[in-house]
């Protein structure tokens, strides 16, 4: 998805969307999603807790390189209903040069609850 940017938004826009860091604690398969994913458990440390998330992430991480990866997250979409699970937050990542997700997070530990700005 490259190409022209999206319409400009306000800064008050960009405010509302609550992008969180958060270190994977779990990551499970999901046979029964529609195309191939994890389920990830990411701790966002205190207030917001553990979170679950469906992700596509399956061509360039495996479950093992996953848990205690830091990841950058959407916290504040409702949940949905992803199969047999509720995904409660937005995974991020950027798309490689065959346009398989690459997940997106900080180069050096930081505090887990941190908010992008």
């Known amino acids: ?61 495996t479950l093992e390189d996953l848990v205690g990866r830091q990841v950058a997250a959407v916290v504040n979409f409702p949940p949905r209903q992803i199969g047999p699970i509720k995904s409660e937050v937005l995974t991020l990542g950027f798309p490689d040069a065959d346009g398989e997700v690459m997940l997106f997070g900080p180069d050096r530990k930081v505090p887990d609850g941190g908010r992008l700005y």
């Open 1 to 61: 998805m490259s190409g022209e940017p999206a319409a400009t938004i306000s800064f008050d826009d960009f405010l509302k969307v609550d992008i969180r860091v958060g270190t994977v604690v779990e990551a499970r398969p999901f046979p029964e999603a529609r195309k191939p994913a994890f389920q990830l458990f990411i701790d966002f440390g205190p207030g917001i807790g553990i979170k679950k998330s469906s992700a596509q992430i399956t061509v360039n991480h």
